[in-house]
């Protein structure tokens, strides 16, 4: 994973959702959760915190509080960060040969 960002003086995030898939990809692949938290932070950082409060309709000193990596925010929380990011968590196999052969996503309903 790159180094967080220097929102002050580094834009290339803002608005741009296959920089911040791939930030937050990165820090996926640690697989260390206070890596992926902060990561998802800097990406809020970089849209300007207070103009990301508005667009995800959640509270500004929530958002610094649950991503700044001493606590580890709800999954209900990160899928609305991410939705405002304009990014999606999406699972794959570990492994490549890994597949069920399911297509249809009825099976979660079940």
């Keep these: 994973m790159p180094r967080s960002p220097d929102v002050e003086k580094n834009n290339k995030y803002r608005d741009d959702p296959k920089r911040i898939a ?7 692949a640690t697989q260390n959760t206070t890596i992926v938290v902060k990561a998802i932070g800097d990406m809020i950082r970089a849209q300007g915190s207070s103009g990301f409060s508005r667009k995800s309709n959640l509270d500004r000193a929530s958002l610094y509080r649950s991503f700044s990596g001493r606590m580890s925010p709800g999954l209900d929380r990160v899928m609305e960060v991410l939705q405002s990011l304009d990014v999606m968590l999406i699972a794959r196999p570990r492994h490549s040969g890994s597949t069920s052969g399911r297509s249809s996503k009825s099976h979660l309903l079940s």
């Excluded at 791939?22 to 996926?28: E, F, G, P, S, V």
């Design 22 to 28: 791939k930030y937050i990809n990165d820090a996926l």
